[in-house]
């Protein structure tokens, strides 16, 4: 492995266990999974409505994501600070590049997570997984 991999490697691993960037897999059944959805919408869903009369800004991006067929809830957090270099950096390396096979403006939506409310996202119910997505 070249030095400087290694070295942003290591620095990127750092930064992620400083800012308490979780990443967890929990075994449940779906009944659990289910009552754990639910709790946690309603509970992204008072943030929705409350930000709407605070000033506060979203400090972290959150996901929440269940496999019926691993039966495993996995929560993702994940300072935003972090989430906007991932998509400045992912902005630059398409400008670099000749573009992406498809037009989406990296950088007009990392400024735009960068001044939404705290809430709720994005909600993806399917038969293979279900996926919440939201700013806190």
């Given at each position: 492995m070249l030095p400087g991999l290694k070295a942003l490697l290591?620095?990127?691993?750092?930064?992620?266990?400083?800012?308490?960037?979780?990443?967890?897999?929990?075994?449940?059944?779906?009944?659990?999974?289910?009552?754990?959805?639910?709790?946690?919408?309603?509970?992204?869903?008072?943030?929705?409505?409350?930000?709407?009369?605070?000033?506060s800004q979203p400090h972290r991006l959150k996901m929440l994501v269940y496999d019926p067929e691993e039966g495993q809830l996995l929560r993702i957090s994940l300072p935003l600070w972090l989430v906007n270099k991932g998509l400045n950096h992912e902005a630059e390396s398409q400008a670099r590049s000749h573009g992406p096979d498809f037009e989406f403006d990296m950088k007009g939506f990392s400024r735009a997570v960068r001044e939404m409310p705290p809430g709720l996202l994005a909600e993806v119910l399917t038969d293979r997984e279900k996926v919440l997505l939201w700013l806190e």
């Open positions: 290591i620095t990127v691993a750092v930064l992620l266990t400083l800012s308490s960037c979780l990443v967890v897999a929990v075994e449940k059944t779906e009944r659990e999974a289910e009552a754990e959805l639910q709790g946690t919408r309603q509970r992204v869903l008072k943030l929705s409505t409350n930000s709407y009369s605070s000033s």
